[in-house]
């Protein structure tokens, strides 16, 4: 069973930086996807940034691009991301996500969650 412990988050001026990790365990972590989601209260959750298995290819959020930098390290199997200029309306719950498929189904495992909150 894969899972995922989030640690990091914390109260941040604007324009400040946070590095957030996320270490799992119960998988081969280097076989896995990484992404990042974050939950802003009355608002759905949305994907902030992900990268790949195999390369490292790396995506992110509009809202983030040029601020936020996703990077995993394979041997301590851990994602991190890290957050620069942070801005108030970054204000969220980040999480922690994977999934795998066994027998065709998909399994999506998620962290517990870390508050970032940034103040103007």
């Known amino acids: 069973q894969v899972q995922l412990v989030e640690s990091g988050g914390g109260l941040v001026q604007a324009g400040g930086s946070l590095r957030l990790s996320c270490a799992a365990s119960?998988?081969?972590?280097?076989?896995?996807?990484m992404s990042w989601y974050r939950q802003a209260p009355g608002k759905e959750r949305e994907l902030v940034a992900d990268?790949?298995?195999?390369?490292?290819?790396?995506k992110y959020a509009d809202s983030v691009k040029g601020r936020f930098i996703i990077s995993r390290d394979n041997a301590v199997a851990t994602v991190y991301l890290q957050m620069n200029n942070l801005k108030p309306e970054d204000t969220a719950v980040y999480y922690c996500?994977?999934?795998?498929?066994?027998?065709?189904?998909?399994?999506?495992?998620w962290g517990q969650g870390t508050q970032v909150t940034v103040s103007s």
């Open positions: 119960g998988c081969t972590f280097s076989r896995y996807a």
């Open positions: 996500y994977t999934k795998s498929f066994r027998n065709f189904v998909r399994e999506d495992y």
């Open positions: 990268i790949s298995s195999l390369d490292g290819t790396t």
